[in-house]
């Protein structure tokens, strides 16, 4: 059964930084590309950035690029997610989601239960 | 970049009833249209991907069709479980997600 546990969450002052984690299990993560997906309180879903299966190619939404940086390490199953420069409208619950196949075109047949950032002072 | 609309925004039915979501493209998305249902609290689950095919686990009453730019997902008879929000999402050239319809009782 696929697994896929974020952490890292939480409230940040605007300006600061937070990194995300999401463990996976249950599937050969290597194989597949990820992604984080974010939703704001109440609003629709919109995504915010991917990788592929091996990690060399990366992928950002234009609302977050130059601010967000996304990673993972294969060898521990763990998708990352940095972010710095956070402003108030980052605030969201904070999706992993597994992609169909190692690379483009794929959907996102997994989610993780999500992690809530807040970014107020 | 594609985006998708979706109409209604909100769809208000019983059990037992068909109800038919509608997402418009922007521009043609192939064959690559997916549909998640997400419940209050919960994460997206897929139900449908490349348009028409049922992701594992989802009840046949659940049933996707369209191409190019117009896409349908249909609930044959809803069941209490199925009052949910849907969602629709392109997947080929970039990853946009429709805004969302509720279906509410």
């Known amino acids: 059964e696929v697994q896929l546990l974020e952490s890292g969450g939480g409230l940040v002052q605007p300006g600061g930084s937070l990194r995300l984690s999401c463990a996976a299990s249950?599937?050969?993560?290597?194989?597949?590309?990820m992604a984080w997906v974010r939703q704001t309180p109440g609003k629709g879903l919109e995504w915010v950035s991917a990788?592929?299966?091996?990690?060399?190619?990366?992928y950002l939404a234009d609302s977050v690029k130059g601010r967000f940086t996304i990673s993972r390490d294969n060898s521990k199953k763990t998708l990352y997610l940095q972010m710095s420069s956070l402003r108030a409208e980052d605030t969201a619950v904070y999706y992993c989601?597994?992609?169909?196949?190692?690379?483009?075109?794929?959907?996102?047949?997994?989610w993780g239960q999500g992690t809530l950032v807040t970014v107020s002072s | 970049e594609i985006m998708l609309t979706q109409s209604p925004g909100t769809l208000s039915l019983s059990p037992g009833e068909r109800a038919t979501l509608s997402c418009r493209a922007s521009?043609?998305?192939?064959?690559?249209l997916a549909w998640y249902q997400q419940k209050p609290g919960q994460a997206p689950r897929l139900l449908i991907y490349?348009?028409?095919n049922r992701a594992t686990g989802i009840p046949d009453r659940f049933s996707g069709s369209g191409s190019g730019t117009d896409f349908t997902l249909t609930i044959s008879r809803l069941e209490p479980e199925d009052f949910a929000v849907y969602y629709c999402?392109?997947?080929?050239?970039?990853?946009?997600f429709g805004q969302g319809t509720k279906v509410e009782i």
């Open positions: 989601a597994k992609g169909s196949t190692m690379s483009r075109p794929y959907y996102f047949d997994s």
């Open positions: 990788i592929t299966g091996s990690g060399g190619d990366t």
């Open positions: 490349d348009t028409s």
């Open positions: 521009q043609s998305v192939s064959s690559y």
């Open positions: 999402q392109h997947y080929g050239s970039s990853r946009t």
């Open positions: 249950g599937f050969t993560f290597s194989n597949y590309a």
